[in-house]
């Protein structure tokens, strides 16, 4: 066996280098797809020589350099094709010489226009998914598509199709303009966001892997966070996620199975990434300008710093939803604010909010109101209507385990009514 | 989200589906052909598998000493199974437009056969932050 070590490094290296190669291959011959194709060539060719020759100096320019060489090729029988269709022969004069392109490896900044085409608002939720992990991640197409539990086939077309709409709406290789600049970045951040839930959602055991779009978008944010280091909601996406997903061990039974907030063994939470989100939440706050994410890592974190369940401050709590339910039209946030109510107020409280949610279309099918309710009904200690619930809120939901848990929960108050 | 489309028929209806023309069965053929191969290019994509016939089936339940006991008479009313598509896709909506997409198959006579498709979530192995 070889170490494992150095080929990570080596991975780590070239998946760093991609989305930088991939933006300046774009800047320079302006068309996606077989930029695209043009990396992932220089990418293997670096993954099968570097080994034997060593890593290059300048590892980006290099790749550049090989990238911009298939890309001429690619644009040379390109334009041979359209004279032969069009006779027009000029096409070839806008080549320019490999040597001519220079390696400067200051231009992070491509990483950042490149996230921005690829989290263009044109494109569908799922597909800006795909060409984010494909071409900012580095992640094969087999990968993604392991990730989301579809065929190969199928991956490979939808992140084909995604960059088909980017070349025919002509969204072009810059930053977006001031004016739209902060509506653009906050769709970047939902898009890292529904990444990091894919794979936060994911229940141990067989699917364990998909954890593996957790670490990847806590990697994308971070470069995010790198490149513009000033802005507190990446920084308060960025501590969601580390305050989030330090909970990981504790979350599931070994057989994937749910564990409830309140019954997790905390000593299972990950300190260190805890103290990270913090730490990133305490710079970011004082900066004055809160957003959801912040507000949702504040959340997190004072959960996280409860060594107890019973401790959770739970007023500081509700104080946060009611600010998050100012600035967010979410339903869901309206649910966790009801929740937190009750834990201030009782359950009497909560359960009044939820009537007031009762006829949000949102929510009609959504089994998380029955279950919020179902829970509350509990507290409430109204236990046939709570079983009644939970059982109504385990017929709506979408997650095996979910469902599982659910039922677990009608099954054990139906027991206790016996005895 | 992924939904399972399933298209069910009775026994009567499988009966007539094996007195079609050679047009009739050719077009529908090549449309279920077409309609997969659409799937893929749109990248939604997941399975599909189709059954065999009603004949085929036996209902097995564990009998003494766990040997299995089957049962293959049926009432003519029962819907069986012909075939499956698994998607993945944006949302219910769009399930149910693909769905559409497929009820619309040729029948007889080659007119659009609005058959009945049966659409389902895939339970996934997770569920969301809740956020």
């Given at each position: 066996m070889t170490e494992p070590s150095p080929t990570i490094a080596f991975e780590h290296l070239l998946r760093e280098l991609a989305p930088q190669v991939l933006g300046a291959v774009i800047r320079r011959f302006h068309e996606f797809a077989p930029a695209e194709d043009a990396v992932q060539e220089a990418l293997i060719a670096a993954a099968t020589q570097w080994p034997h020759d060593g890593i290059p100096e300048n590892p980006r320019g290099w790749l550049i350099q090989v990238a911009s060489r298939r890309m001429a090729d690619y644009i040379r029988s390109e334009s041979a094709r359209r004279r032969r269709e069009?006779?027009?022969?000029?096409?070839?004069?806008?080549l320019p010489e490999p040597s001519a392109i220079d390696a400067r490896p200051e231009e992070d900044d491509d990483t950042l226009v490149l996230l921005f085409m690829c989290c263009?608002?044109?494109?569908?939720p799922s597909s800006a998914i795909a060409l984010t992990l494909r071409a900012v991640g580095g992640l094969t197409t087999a990968e993604i598509a392991h990730a989301f539990l579809v065929p190969e086939a199928t991956m490979a077309q939808r992140i084909s199709r995604a960059k088909q709409t980017i070349k025919s709406s002509g969204?072009?290789?810059?930053?977006?303009a001031a004016d739209e600049r902060d509506e653009r970045l906050r769709v970047v951040l939902h898009v890292l966001y529904l990444i990091f839930n894919e794979g936060y959602a994911a229940s141990a055991g067989?699917?364990?892997?998909?954890a593996d779009l957790s670490q990847e978008a806590m990697r994308l944010a971070r470069i995010v966070r790198n490149l513009q280091p000033g802005d507190p909601e990446i920084a308060g996406l960025l501590a969601l996620m580390l305050l989030t997903d330090a909970r990981r061990a504790a979350r599931t039974t070994p057989e994937g199975e749910i564990v409830p907030l309140d019954e997790q063994d905390r000593s299972l939470w990950d300190k260190q990434q805890i103290a990270e989100g913090v730490a990133l939440l305490s710079a970011a706050l004082p900066e004055g300008a809160i957003g959801p994410y912040q507000l949702q890592a504040a959340i997190a974190a004072v959960h996280d710093e409860a060594p107890r369940a019973a401790d959770t401050d739970w007023p500081q709590i509700l104080a946060l939803y009611e600010l998050l339910k100012r600035m967010s039209d979410n339903p869901m946030v309206a649910l966790n604010h009801a929740i937190a109510a009750a834990m201030v107020h009782g359950p009497a409280k909560g359960l009044e909010l939820l009537d007031a949610l009762a006829d949000d279309p949102r929510l009609a099918s959504h089994h998380r109101l029955d279950a919020v309710r179902a829970h509350l009904l509990e507290r409430a200690g109204d236990r046939s209507a709570a079983i009644e619930k939970y059982r109504a809120a385990a017929s709506k939901t979408a997650s095996l385990p979910e469902r599982n848990y659910l039922l677990a929960q009608a099954a054990r108050l139906a027991a206790k009514s016996l005895t | 989200m992924k939904y399972i489309l399933m298209m069910t028929a009775n026994k009567s209806e499988w009966e007539s589906f094996a007195k079609w023309s050679k047009e009739d069965l050719a077009a529908n053929v090549a449309f279920m052909r077409n309609f997969t191969k659409q799937l893929k290019e749109e990248g939604v994509f997941v399975a599909t598998e189709g059954l065999g016939w009603p004949q085929q089936a036996k209902i097995v339940r564990a009998g003494a000493n766990g040997l299995p006991a089957t049962d293959g008479v049926f009432p003519e009313s029962k819907e069986f199974l012909a075939g499956y598509w698994i998607i993945d896709v944006e949302s219910p909506d769009q399930a149910y437009k693909i769905a559409a997409r497929v009820s619309a198959?040729?029948?007889?006579?080659?007119?659009?056969?609005s058959m009945p498709i049966e659409v389902r979530p895939v339970l996934s192995g997770f569920s969301d932050m809740g956020l």
């Open positions: 069009n006779e027009v022969a000029e096409e070839a004069a806008r263009h608002p044109a494109l569908t969204i072009p290789f810059q930053m977006p067989p699917q364990l892997q998909r | 198959a040729p029948g007889l006579g080659g007119k659009p056969g």
